[in-house]
Antibody, heavy 121, light 110 residues
Framework: DVQLLQSGAEVRKPGATVKISCKVS????????IYWLQQAPGKGLQWVGL????????RYADRFQGRVTVTADTSEDTAFLELASLTSDDTAVYYC??????????????WGRGTLVTVSS | QSALTQPPSVSGSPGQSVTISCTGT?????????VSWYQQPPGSAPKVVIF???RRPSGVPDRFSGSKSGNTASLTISGLLPEDEADYYC??????????FGGGTKVTVL
């Protein structure tokens, strides 16, 4: 069975940095891209960034550009999301998800359970 | 403001059908068949129920169906069951291969 095991909840002060993880099992880690998605309390889903573990290529959503870093450690089959200069607007659940593609389309087929990041002074 | 437009809520009685729309542009929903739908029950992670506009992953009941016309995609849930009560999100990819989301629709089973 495929599992995406995310790290536990984090609390940070404004201006701090947080780094959360997503350990993959059940498929070859380098085969698919890992996305990070943000869901603020009572709000919808937003894309944060992605990493292709095969070649470490990354892309980031414009609204997070400059303060987000997504990485992959192929020795541990684990992806990481690091978000700096935190504000209260970053308080949210962050999901990692595996993007699988066929010849015509892609979808997020596997999801972690989410990691709650709370930013509070 | 989300890139794709969904109604905030829809409701129906058990056994009825509900349809959720997802409106984008010719640069995302209208561009190829790269629309997916996700179901998110309260307190849980999302789960894909439709991909490539109308295809169902294994294990998803055939009560769930998807379609697309122009720049608007739709998800229909037939024979509504209490366990269908959840938030539903549509996604698509832009011509730049960037994923965009709808704002989500809350489905209530009356």
């Amino acid at each position: 069975d495929v599992q995406l095991l995310q790290s536990g909840a984090e609390v940070r002060k404004p201006g701090a940095t947080v780094k959360i993880s997503c350990k993959v099992s059940g498929y070859t880690f380098t085969k698919y891209c890992i996305y990070w998605l943000q869901q603020a309390p009572g709000k919808g889903l937003q894309w944060v960034g992605l990493v292709d573990p095969e070649d470490d290529e990354t892309r980031y959503a414009d609204r997070f550009q400059g303060r987000v870093t997504v990485t992959a450690d192929t020795s541990e089959d684990t992806a990481f999301l690091e978000l700096a200069s935190l504000t209260s607007d970053d308080t949210a659940v962050y999901y990692c998800a595996t993007e699988r593609c066929n010849a015509n389309a892609c979808s997020f087929d596997y999801w972690g359970r989410g990691t709650l990041v709370t930013v509070s002074s | 403001q989300s890139a794709l437009t969904q109604p905030p809520s829809v409701s129906g009685s058990p056994g009825q059908s509900v349809t959720i729309s997802c409106t984008g542009t010719s640069s995302d929903v209208g561009y190829r068949n790269r629309v997916s739908w996700y179901q998110q029950p309260p307190g849980s992670a999302p789960k894909v129920v439709i991909f490539e506009v109308s295809r169902r992953p294994s294990g998803v009941p055939d009560r769930f169906s998807g379609s697309k016309s122009g720049n608007t995609a739709s998800l229909t849930i037939s024979g509504l069951l209490p366990e269908d009560e959840a938030d539903y999100y549509c996604t698509s990819y832009t011509t730049d291969n960037i994923v965009v989301f709808g704002g989500g629709t809350k489905v209530t089973v009356l």
